[in-house]
C-alpha cells in the first residue's frame, strides 16, 4: 500500500478507476481490497456501504471539478482557450478508453440511490453553469461566436464531450474524440 496517501483515499482511487472502466455495479468490495492490498473490513470502515463510497466518489470528483475550473479562470483571459482547457479534461480518461467517473455513473444511474443521483445531477449542474458562463462572456469579449443560447450551446457541449468519451471507449480509438472535440472548438470560433 502506498503510504503517502491514506487508506480512504486510496480506496477512492481504486473505486473511481474501477467505476471509469467497468460501471459503479462492475465491482464489489472484494475487487478494491484485492487491488489496494488491505481487507474489505477496511473498506466498510471508511465506507459502510457502498452508498457511500458512491457519495464520496462524487463529492470528490465534484470538487476537483470545482478547482480545475477554477484553475483555468485563473490562468485563462480568453475564453476559447478555457473552453480548450475544459475540452482537455474530457479527454484524459479517453487514452486508457475509459469515460469519465460522471458518465459511467449515469449509464448505471437507475440502480444508484436518490443521493448519489442528487450529487451526480448536481455536479452536471455545475459544469453547464461553468460552461455557460464561459460561452456568454466569450460573445460579449468577441472570443466566441454562436448563434442561440448559451444554455443550449453548453448542453450541446457537454453531451458532445460525454458522447464522444463513449465513441471513443467502443471504438478503442482516441482520435474519435478528437475529431469530435475539434468540431466542438470549430463551431464557436
Known sequence: MNSNKNTADLILDTAQALVQEVGFNGFSYAHIAEKVGIRTASIHYHF???????????????????????????????????????INIFSIPVDSYCTCLSVMLSSDLATLS????????DFFTANL???????????????????????????????????AQLLARSYRDASRFAIIADGVLSALA
Do not use: C, M
Request: glycine letters at 8%.
Open 114 to 121: 436518490e443521493k448519489v443521483g442528487a450529487r451526480l445531477a
Open 48 to 86: 459502510p456501504n457502498k452508498e457511500d463510497l458512491g457519495e464520496a466518489l462524487i463529492t470528490r470528483y465534484h470538487k476537483g471539478f470545482l478547482a480545475t475550473v477554477a484553475q483555468i479562470d485563473a490562468d485563462t483571459q480568453n475564453n476559447l482557450d478555457k473552453l480548450r482547457k475544459y
Open 129 to 163: 453553469a461553468w460552461v455557460e458562463r464561459v460561452l456568454e462572456e466569450g460573445r460579449r469579449e468577441g472570443h466566441l461566436r454562436f448563434e442561440g443560447s448559451a444554455s443550449t450551446r453548453a448542453h450541446l457541449i457537454l453531451a458532445s464531450l460525454q458522447g
